[in-house]
């Protein structure tokens, strides 16, 4: 059986609004295995965006446990969640969140400049990952010259440079057309197949559809989770 690198254990969210205390989640626990390729899906309000917060190391519950590639990230102090951040989660956003006075290869050194990488094999490792997601001859070109599947790319290519365990998605195919949308979860899935663990949180039941296992939330809580093509057992 695949070791899993994401264990929620009965993840509790509480806001305070005025009088009001709204449970974002309310005792949610699945598994993640290890090269998994799944989808958090639900309408605004179902709790994915909060679990997606709390699985990035972005937010905290105020109960449960969350534990990644063996690492219980509620109990880290802020270095050391920034630092396990840094190593163990790629962030893929549906506005790309590239910095526009940097190339496509800057962008993506980023992450190892903050990781320690030297200045050699950042390059290498930045350009290497430009050419695999397609975008080898631009390189030098910045975002506002990319399209918006391109920049998405730059985007991937960042959330791969540190090497991560887990690769988080929010809504990756948001602010793309269709046929780029389709591009970008083809190229998920190229990359899950390589070994990659993905996690797409979105509202999109279509996006679901593409990836191997969907879990499915309303009102802070999981209410399916199943194989795509098979319902789960």
């Not at 920034?82 to 050194?109: K, W």
């Not at 195919?173 to 797409?200: C, M, W, Y």
């Amino acid at each position: 059986m695949t070791a899993p690198l994401i264990e929620a254990k009965e993840l509790v969210k509480l806001y305070q609004m005025g009088d009001e205390t709204v449970h974002a989640l309310a005792g949610v626990s699945f598994v993640v295995p290890r090269g998994d390729y799944c989808a958090i899906v639900g309408p605004s309000g179902s709790g994915k965006s909060t679990m997606m917060n709390i699985l990035g190391g972005l937010d905290t519950p105020s109960g449960g446990r969350i534990v990644i590639d063996n690492a219980d990230i509620a109990t880290l102090t802020d270095e050391e969640l920034a630092t396990f951040r840094n190593r163990t989660i790629g962030f893929i956003f549906q506005s790309f969140n590239l910095l526009p006075r940097l190339s496509a290869l800057e962008n993506v050194e980023l992450p190892m400049i903050y990781g320690g990488v030297l200045p050699k094999e950042r390059k290498e490792r930045a350009a290497a990952l430009l050419t695999r997601v397609g975008l080898g001859e631009r390189m030098s070109h910045r975002p506002t010259q990319l399209s918006g599947g391109q920049q998405q790319r730059v985007a991937i290519a960042r959330a791969l440079a540190g090497r991560p365990a887990l690769l988080l998605a929010d809504e990756p195919t948001g602010a793309l057309d269709t046929q780029t949308g389709k591009d970008i979860l083809n190229l998920f899935s190229e990359l899950n197949r390589e070994g990659v663990t993905i996690v797409i949180v979105t509202h999109d039941h279509e996006v679901a559809a593409a990836t191997k296992r969907t879990i499915e939330m309303r009102d802070g809580r999981i209410v399916a989770d199943h194989l795509n093509g098979s319902r789960a057992a």
